[in-house]
């Protein structure tokens, strides 16, 4: 039973205070709880809504096989792309600073399919399910008012402190420029798997091979709010985007289960392969669903409790999408 905080207030003499009281949920609920933020949106998906596909071909670094045994490093494979903007609102404004995110669906030589799923912003917006779904409760606009009660959101991040991350880095780095010119970060722990069943816990990255660029202040300010898919479009038509698909490797003391801490800088990193984006892939990816879980032979996933969530959250999204809903 995973417990979460939902938002309780009290009136003091002097100043109001608020305060958080636990309650149980499970996929179902935070579903829920993403449609009273963006509404019902039938046949979106209810996380990262708004998005564009693309495909392309992951070129394995051969020496990644020290570190797993996955068929993943064994030869080229098709790459199901998509990219998006954070929340469930299918018209979100990419001038916002709010995370991007990317999936994979790498499609191996011997049929096997490999996912991954990450973000913009290189930590999650908090330790636990619980904290996430604490802090988006927050955010649901007054059925009165239709406002959200920024004091309370405040409240509930100095009370939760790792929600506070992903917050300050948003509020820090400008909006990405497009969406191939941005790292991507996979946030969560996993583990590769060598022949001697050793395993090596890492945390991945996309890092693009040219320089990264942001909007300008005046840019977000005058930019219309959907801009990213042209962008990408009318990039590929000039050439090919290349990624270097990175892991970072732990080292003992690293938080393995808690995606709103990041790891230091200096930790080591190896190269995977690379990443080709060759074209826009039309509807191509509407169909697929990202599950971070879904590995090849040769990976883990952790115990991250968010990390694990997610199998649950995408399947019942996945489900009403197919259905309408």
Same mark, same amino acid.
């Given at each position: 039973?995973?417990?979460?905080?939902?938002?309780?207030?009290?009136?003091?003499?002097?100043?109001?205070?608020?305060?958080?009281?636990?309650?149980?949920?499970? +996929?179902?609920?935070?579903?829920?709880? @993403?449609?009273? !933020? /963006?509404?019902?949106? $039938?046949?979106?998906?209810? *996380?990262?809504?708004?998005?564009?596909?693309?495909?392309?071909?992951?070129?394995?670094?051969?020496?990644?096989?020290?570190?797993?045994?996955?068929?993943?490093?064994?030869?080229?494979?098709?790459?199901?792309?998509?990219?998006?903007?954070?929340?469930?609102?299918?018209?979100?404004?990419?001038?916002?600073?709010?995370?991007?995110?990317?999936?994979?669906?790498?499609?191996?030589?011997?049929?096997?399919?490999?996912?991954?799923?990450?973000?913009?912003?290189?930590?999650?917006? +908090?330790?636990?399910?619980?904290?996430? @779904?604490?802090? !988006? /409760?927050?955010?649901? $606009?007054?059925?009165?008012? *239709?406002?959200?009660?920024?004091?309370?959101?405040?409240?509930?991040?100095?009370?939760?402190?790792?929600?506070?991350?992903?917050?300050?880095?948003?509020?820090?780095?400008?909006?990405?420029?497009?969406?191939?010119?941005?790292?991507?970060?996979?946030?969560?722990?996993?583990?590769?798997?060598?022949?001697?069943?050793?395993?090596?816990?890492?945390?991945?990255?996309?890092?693009?091979?040219?320089?990264?660029?942001?909007?300008?202040?005046?840019?977000?300010?005058?930019?219309?709010?959907?801009?990213?898919?042209?962008?990408?479009?009318?990039?590929?038509?000039?050439?090919?985007?290349?990624?270097?698909?990175?892991?970072?490797?732990?080292?003992?003391?690293?938080?393995?289960?808690?995606?709103?801490?990041?790891?230091?800088?200096?930790?080591?990193?190896?190269?995977?392969?690379?990443?080709?984006?060759?074209?826009?892939?039309?509807?191509?990816?509407?169909?697929?669903?990202?599950?971070?879980?879904?590995?090849?032979?040769?990976?883990?996933?952790?115990?991250?409790?968010?990390?694990?969530?997610?199998?649950?959250?995408?399947?019942?999204?996945?489900?009403?999408?197919?259905?309408?809903?």
């Amino acid at each position: 039973m995973i417990k979460i905080t939902s938002l309780v207030c009290a009136m003091c003499l002097v100043l109001p205070t608020v305060s958080f009281a636990e309650q149980s949920v499970n +996929g179902q609920d935070f579903i829920n709880l @993403f449609e009273k !933020l /963006s509404g019902k949106q $039938p046949g979106i998906r209810k *996380g990262h809504a708004k998005g564009v596909c693309a495909v392309g071909t992951f070129t394995p670094n051969q020496a990644a096989k020290q570190y797993s045994i996955s068929p993943l490093f064994n030869a080229p494979s098709k790459t199901n792309i998509r990219f998006s903007m954070g929340g469930g609102n299918p018209h979100a404004d990419e001038t916002s600073r709010s995370p991007r995110g990317v999936g994979v669906q790498f499609v191996l030589e011997n049929g096997d399919v490999h996912n991954i799923a990450g973000l913009s912003t290189p930590v999650f917006a +908090g330790k636990s399910p619980e904290a996430f @779904f604490g802090l !988006l /409760s927050t955010l649901v $606009p007054d059925e009165k008012t *239709g406002q959200i009660d920024y004091a309370k959101v405040k409240a509930y991040r100095e009370q939760n402190p790792s929600t506070l991350g992903q917050f300050n880095w948003l509020q820090s780095h400008n909006p990405p420029a497009s969406y191939v010119s941005s790292r991507y970060f996979g946030v969560h722990t996993f583990y590769m798997v060598d022949e001697k069943g050793a395993k090596h816990a890492f945390r991945w990255t996309m890092v693009p091979e040219e320089p990264e660029q942001v909007l300008t202040e005046e840019q977000m300010k005058t930019f219309p709010k959907s801009f990213l898919a042209k962008r990408l479009e009318e990039g590929l038509a000039k050439g090919k985007v290349h990624y270097r698909f990175q892991a970072q490797l732990a080292k003992p003391g690293d938080a393995l289960t808690d995606p709103s801490v990041q790891w230091p800088a200096e930790r080591k990193t190896i190269n995977l392969g690379k990443l080709t984006i060759e074209s826009t892939g039309e509807s191509g990816c509407d169909l697929t669903n990202y599950d971070p879980n879904l590995l090849s032979k040769g990976f883990k996933p952790s115990d991250d409790k968010v990390l694990k969530l997610r199998s649950t959250a995408y399947a019942i999204s996945f489900a009403k999408r197919l259905t309408g809903q």
